[in-house]
């Protein structure tokens, strides 16, 4: 069984900063994939930021420039740095990863239960 664990959600002030981090634990072969995506009221879960295993990153248009993205191999974490954050960043912050428990079983999303990210004016 495999289980995300966010940290670092809370509330900031327009142009303030906030880290999130997400611990992955359980059956696991690889993380192929950890990141973060976010979600607000009424609206669709977008990509804040992700990372492959190999280093590879890719973030959401919308926090290009502002949010980077971090990630331990060893510990199975992954955290993204916030800055320059603005109300429109507020939302329901989820931790992402793609993960098989062996290399003879497919990749499966899994993900946090969302930690709460408010920017106010």
């Known amino acids: 069984q495999v289980q995300l664990v966010e940290s670092g959600g809370g509330l900031v002030q327009a142009g303030g900063s906030l880290r999130l981090s997400c611990a992955v634990s359980?059956?696991?072969?690889?993380?192929?994939?950890m990141g973060w995506y976010r979600q607000a009221p009424g609206q669709q879960r977008e990509l804040v930021a992700d990372?492959?295993?190999?280093?590879?990153?890719n973030y959401g248009d919308s926090v290009k420039g502002r949010f980077t993205v971090s990630r331990d191999n060893a510990k199975n974490t992954v955290s993204v740095q916030m800055n320059s954050l603005k109300p429109e960043d507020t939302g329901v912050y989820y931790c992402?990863?793609?993960?098989?428990?062996?290399?003879?079983?497919?990749?499966?999303?899994?993900w946090g239960q969302g930690t709460q990210v408010t920017v106010s004016s």
């Open positions: 359980g059956s696991i072969f690889s993380v192929n994939v």
């Open positions: 990372m492959t295993s190999g280093g590879m990153i």
């Open positions: 992402y990863a793609k993960s098989r428990s062996s290399p003879l079983r497919p990749l499966v999303d899994y």
